[in-house]
């Protein structure tokens, strides 16, 4: 099969794979409809060091079950299913309380011998606790949506969920990538009222106004703070989804004493401000990677009765061996989300 | 009258200052009965530069109103009062949220020209929004445990609150200074189950089994991770009552997935661990200063009663002029906490 291998910063190739096969008997073989890149995926893709042996690539991806174990239930052959963008069992302690991204048994697409989402077909573990069958056709149109539950909706949804969002709510989204956007999605949908969208593409946050953001800040720095502060007077519930120090300060800025700030993006930095002006503020860090898995039941009646339509972050389609030209378009900020189809 | 000056790190004076009079409308003069050293305290004592005019110390007390400003409602000489940590209208909008620490209007005593409470007598801004009557007299044995509703047993209080402790939990309380000794009681009142304590002074160690503890752990660092992990399997709620990077490093090797850490002790680092780490485990900080005007008259029946008893950290008494003796027996620990009597 084919199968998107990133080699180093800006060295994404589609090449030639074994294909996948049971391996345990509670694997699932997909034969992959649709992925996509994730801005999770730029960071390796700015950055790894060239050499090695490859890292496949993608988490995010929807298709149809062609081979199954032994051991798996609650699926059958030519199920359209859509995947969590992490794997995990279902059943653990973790996962019992809705944390699937901490499973005992979970892990990775990409790494410890499982392919990635940027292939023709995927290997995929404990498929009964990973997979969420979806009452739709492969040429559905609402395809898009559905493959936003595998991460960056259900991201979107944990930050406003986390960040406490609720009836009448005034939020902060800081960051219009499509994380941001899902976020201002679902914090919509829990109920808030004013949802201002910090972030300086129009395009982006035109989309998010669609999505229902009421204000937009372009500005950055001190001067988006001091736009956010005069247009809501600071706000007690920040939606953080980039994860540079810049936006951390953008939202520790803008958020009032004893606020929450919810943390989206992957952080690119190791330590970050918790001494006494955080102290003193009573201000709460929260958030953190999604437990895709524990959301997509509950969105999955919004996408398909239409209600939201997180498939809208999707701007551009490429073919599967175009994959190293979605990476690029991506990176240059050209296209805001790659779907790729095998 | 007579009052502790903080001049540098070690050098606590006990001298006369001017009678505080009242200043605007909304002060009230009160004669301190009882005033006691805060654990904070003992940082400037440890590290404050010498030189400048002094730093008028306390900031727990309570005592008898003597003079009222012409504004002042709800209060009457004679009346024995107690006064949280920090002064406050408990009108503004962080007021009515219950976040007096963030008061428009508040402020800390020994500074801006307000004098300390470790003295004979203090003119209190705000009276009206900071003072709670206590319908007791000043000669009554409640009056270790209503000084308490000062700072360390309001704070525990916060601790627990903003850990979301509830019935049947499993508590882990970094510290067994006051305040962490005040978060056990906390913890139990608020229905926790099982109270670790991670402290290695046996003296306080025993007054936190009093309180409630169930296990003590008087391991360190890695050993004393290990020790949490082996008796619980992991935390999810965590009060880290010193305010140390080493204490903090326990609370989030103690912590599960997913779980939370209270910050109670004001931090003595700028900067902490908020890196893909922490973010992968979907961990929360939350906690910092407490707005104990929020609190106390929610804790005051529990001390009249005598269901809760948080008096019983003060285990000296000094005389006023004995404060630089309280000071240094503190900071050699000797003694847990010190109360100070005019």
Redesign the interface.
């Known amino acids: 099969m084919r199968a998107a291998v990133l080699y180093g910063a800006g060295d994404v190739r589609v090449e030639d794979r074994p294909d996948p096969k049971i391996d345990q008997p509670t694997d699932v073989v997909v034969r992959v409809v649709a992925s996509c890149v994730c801005g999770s995926d730029l960071w390796p893709y700015a950055s790894m060091p060239a050499g090695g042996t490859g890292r496949p690539m993608g988490h995010e991806f929807l298709g149809i079950v062609e081979e199954l174990g032994t051991d798996v239930t609650g699926l059958a052959a030519g199920d359209l299913v859509v995947a969590p963008f992490t794997y995990s069992d279902n059943t653990c302690d973790?996962c019992a309380?809705g944390?699937h991204?901490?499973c005992r048994n979970g892990g990775r697409y990409g790494f410890d011998g499982v392919d990635g989402g940027q292939g023709e077909a995927i290997r995929v573990p404990h498929a009964s606790g990973t997979l969420v069958r979806l009452p739709v056709s492969a040429d559905s149109a609402l395809l898009p949506s559905l493959l936003a539950l595998s991460d960056v909706m259900t991201t979107g949804h944990h930050g406003a969920v986390?960040a406490g969002v609720g009836h009448g709510d005034t939020v902060l989204v800081v960051g219009d990538g499509a994380v941001g956007l899902c976020a201002v999605i679902a914090a919509k949908r829990l109920g808030a009222e004013r949802v201002i969208l910090a972030g300086r593409h129009q395009a982006r946050t035109d989309l998010g106004r669609g999505f229902g953001a009421t204000d937009v800040v372009a500005e950055r720095g001190e001067e988006g703070i001091a736009r956010i502060r005069e247009l809501t007077g600071g706000v007690n519930k920040v939606i953080e989804a980039v994860g540079t120090r810049q936006t951390?300060d953008t939202a520790l800025g803008a958020v009032l004493?004893?606020g929450t700030i919810s943390?989206l993006g992957?952080?690119q930095?190791?330590?970050?401000?918790?001494?006494?002006a955080?102290?003193?503020?009573?201000?709460?860090?929260?958030?953190?990677?999604s437990?895709a898995r524990a959301y997509i039941e509950q969105l999955l009646p919004d996408v398909l009765d239409g209600a939201i339509a997180p498939g809208r972050v999707f701007d551009q389609t490429f073919s599967l061996d175009r994959t190293p030209d979605a990476y690029q378009a991506m990176a240059d900020r050209q296209v805001l989300k790659a779907l790729i189809r095998p």
């Open positions: 973790y309380k944390l991204i901490s986390t951390l004493d004893g943390r992957v952080p930095y190791e330590e970050g401000p918790l001494g006494p955080v102290f003193m503020r009573n201000l709460t860090l929260t958030g953190g990677a437990p």
